[in-house]
């Protein structure tokens, strides 16, 4: 399944509001036993939870989905058994079709980011001249709210704003080692599609505001070194694979509660253009494994199995923010659990 497809499933679930995940949970057996039948499987797996990000509980198990021997090398790494010159313990991996739910409170950084060293920059709101026409109707709503609703999306507004200087940065990596003209192209239109999310959160926040909001000047962090295959494909897996798709995520879990027309329109821009982004940042890291082989693929696992997850902005739960584009706490969680079991995860193992 592609990425593109998993995330459609995910996101007509968040829409519809479904709580649990679908996922495999997987058992491994000596090499020479068979994988246990659906029955003995439900009896180990129900009530365990995986080792995924956020963490899930299994609640019931369905059938066979695929029994493969693997090798596990000393760093706990899983390899097909034709995956010349590891050596490790061979095992059998037997996985069903799970039905999971998420355990505890964990997101991840959503949407590009733009980083320096390690830290994350976005520019203050002391700017102007970013908006649109995007007028969102402030009937019913009180001052708590509208200040509340201001804060919230200029918030997005600067991390929409800052995430044109991450898309130049990729432009020029891509560039310069020599990629397609066609991830250039799609590089260079994701940073057109971020001025235009920026602008209408601008609009947005500066019309619950009652005053013009907007970015000033953005400190840009100096250019590192050389850019390698491993270092695009590591901070593509990071900031794209895992970002861009969770900011899919969160979009699908705004407009589940969003009643306001307009600003309706501005999350389903922001949903459709995010959910190529995202294919982008796969395609990327397909694209850079395919040029520099085992060593970019054994970057990017170490990578996937290093990321950790930080904990989601507090969001309201207040209705009338819902309206506006706030969602709930709980059904971020639900959103990004999702989508991290149901596209993130699944997707990894195929490029790795
Ligand atoms: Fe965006
Ligand atoms: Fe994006």
Redesign the pocket.
């Known amino acids: 399944m592609t990425v593109s497809a998993r995330l459609q499933l995910a996101v007509a679930a968040i829409l519809t509001g479904c709580s649990t995940i679908d996922g495999t949970a997987c058992l491994t057996v000596a090499e020479e036993e068979s994988c246990p039948s659906e029955q003995d499987a439900s009896d180990a797996l129900v009530g365990t939870t995986t080792c995924t990000t956020p963490v899930q509980k299994v609640l019931s198990t369905r059938g066979l989905v695929s029994d493969d021997l693997v090798i596990f090398d000393p760093d706990g790494d899983t390899h097909p058994v034709d995956d010349t010159g590891t050596t490790g313990e061979v095992q059998r991996q037997c996985c069903y079709r799970a039905t999971m739910k998420e355990l505890k409170n964990s997101g991840c950084t959503i ?2 980011p733009l980083m320096d060293d390690g830290r994350m920059v976005t520019a203050e709101p002391t700017g102007e001249d970013w908006t649109t026409d995007d007028r969102p109707s402030l009937r019913k709503l009180s001052d708590e709210d509208r200040a509340a609703l201001a804060d919230a999306w200029q918030e997005q507004g600067l991390l929409e704003h800052a ?1 044109v200087a991450a898309f130049a940065r990729l432009v020029l990596d891509l560039l310069e080692l020599g990629a397609t003209a066609e991830l250039v192209d799609r590089a260079s239109i ?1 940073l057109q ?2 001025i235009r999310h920026a602008a209408r959160c601008f609009a947005l926040a500066s019309a619950y505001a009652g005053r013009e909001i907007g970015p000033g000047p953005l400190p840009m962090p100096a250019r590192r070194g050389r850019r390698t295959l491993t270092r695009l494909a590591v901070e593509s897996w990071r900031e794209g694979c895992v970002g ?1 798709t969770l ?1 899919v995520a969160l979009a699908a879990a705004q407009l589940r509660g969003a009643t306001d027309p307009v600003v309706r329109d501005v999350i389903t821009g922001i949903l459709r ?2 959910s190529e ?1 995202a294919q982008l940042a796969w395609d990327i890291v397909a694209w850079a494994q395919a040029q520099g082989g085992e060593r970019v693929k054994r970057a990017v696992r170490r990578e996937a199995r290093r990321t950790v997850a930080t904990a989601p902005p507090p969001r309201a739960t207040n209705p009338t923010l819902m309206a506006h584009g706030i969602p709930s706490d709980a059904v971020v969680r639900e959103a990004l659990a999702r989508v991290a079991t149901g596209v993130i995860a699944p997707s990894t193992d195929e490029l790795c």
């Open positions: 949407g590009r995430s994701a599609d971020e861009e900011s253009d995010e982004h």
